[in-house]
């Protein structure tokens, strides 16, 4: 277990009407229009190369089915501020069950190993802490994927469990 002075801060975000921005990244709500051209394969100039990659396309369908999914607690996509390219998705899976909510997140391979995702992982983590309720934020990673096990170390997860297929990190709200 990490000790609270090696935890990373949560409070590695700021807000902007419904996007919410860290040093290097935005991550803003899916658009109905974002949606849609995922869904539909429609490419958009403000993409990076390689997005959306498979696992933005299961997030669109899901949100696509589920417009509340695209709600201040729902799933966003990761925009890198200096090109203002997409290059990934992060969102809760909202609502709370108990006080916990679970989170996911993908990067393109052309902007994997630059720090994006636990930049990211940081900033939704503080913000699901600022909803009413909400105590534990979580997230489970296939043991097949190392990669992001760290990910989740560097963005202040700790592994609490695991099985045979996945392991289960997990952190929890600071004192208040």
């Given at each position: 277990?990490s000790?609270?002075?090696?935890?990373?801060?949560?409070?590695?975000?700021?807000?902007?009407?419904?996007?919410?921005?860290?040093d290097?990244?935005?991550?803003?709500?899916?658009?109905?229009?974002?949606?849609?051209?995922?869904?539909?394969?429609?490419?958009?100039?403000?993409?990076?190369?390689?997005?959306?990659?498979?696992?933005?396309?299961?997030?669109?369908?899901?949100?696509?089915?589920h417009?509340?999914?695209?709600?201040?607690?729902?799933q966003?996509?990761?925009?890198?501020?200096?090109?203002g390219?997409?290059?990934?998705?992060?969102?809760?899976?909202?609502?709370?069950?108990?006080?916990?909510?679970?989170?996911?997140?993908?990067?393109?391979?052309?902007?994997?190993?630059?720090?994006?995702?636990?930049?990211?992982?940081?900033?939704?983590?503080?913000?699901?802490?600022?909803?009413?309720?909400?105590?534990?934020?979580?997230?489970?990673?296939?043991?097949?994927?190392?990669?992001s096990?760290?990910?989740?170390?560097?963005?202040?997860?700790?592994?609490?469990?695991?099985?045979?297929?996945?392991?289960?990190f997990r952190?929890?709200?600071?004192?208040?």
């Open positions: 277990m000790s609270p002075s090696s935890s990373p801060s949560f409070s590695s975000f700021s807000s902007s009407g419904t996007d919410l921005l860290t290097r990244l935005v991550l803003r709500p899916w658009s109905g229009a974002e949606t849609t051209a995922v869904v539909t394969g429609t490419r958009q100039p403000h993409w990076a190369a390689d997005f959306p990659a498979d696992g933005d396309r299961v997030i669109a369908g899901f949100t696509a089915e417009p509340q999914a695209r709600g201040p607690y729902g966003r996509q990761i925009i890198e501020r200096a090109s390219l997409v290059v990934g998705a992060i969102g809760l899976f909202w609502p709370p069950d108990e006080g916990s909510v679970e989170f996911g997140y993908g990067i393109v391979p052309s902007r994997r190993g630059r720090g994006y995702a636990p930049e990211a992982a940081r900033a939704l983590v503080a913000f699901a802490f600022t909803a009413p309720g909400v105590h534990t934020v979580c997230a489970d990673v296939e043991l097949s994927n190392p990669a096990c760290r990910v989740l170390e560097k963005a202040g997860l700790e592994r609490w469990s695991s099985d045979d297929r996945l392991a289960r952190v929890t709200a600071p004192e208040r």
